[in-house]
């Protein structure tokens, strides 16, 4: 399972960085996406990384402010999210993904949030 953690207030135009750590697996094979849900909005994948070659993904709200890493020896996948945006707030999320990482179709269960806010 993945357990995403990090979340806060901040800011426009603050960072935070969040993390998605797994249990009972080790993330080395399969891809992983960082998701969102606004209020009222439906969720929406934001950036995924293919961990066996390293290739990332990012929706065009998102490009140049986010980035997405492993650290492989913490088994742990982090969202660095820099120049927040009100736009930004949401419940945050980490899941697997199917191997197409600009699709991110997600598979597996997904676990508890980490919200977001960004305030004006």
């Known amino acids: 399972q993945l357990q995403a953690y990090g979340g806060g207030s901040v800011q426009a135009g603050g960072f935070l960085t969040l993390s998605c750590a797994a249990s009972g697996f080790t993330l080395d094979r399969q891809p992983i996406a960082w998701f969102r849900q606004a209020p009222g909005k439906e969720r929406e994948g934001v950036s995924s990384i293919n961990i066996p070659d390293g290739r990332t993904y990012y929706v065009d709200s998102v490009k140049g402010r986010f980035t997405i890493s492993v650290d492989s020896a913490k088994n742990t996948v982090y969202l660095q999210m820099n120049g927040l945006r009100p736009e930004d707030t949401a419940v945050y999320y980490c899941?697997?993904?199917?191997?197409?990482?600009?699709?991110?179709?997600?598979?597996?269960?997904w676990g508890q949030g980490t919200l977001v806010t960004v305030s004006s």
């Open positions: 899941v697997t993904i199917y191997d197409d990482i600009a699709t991110m179709t997600p598979w597996g269960r």
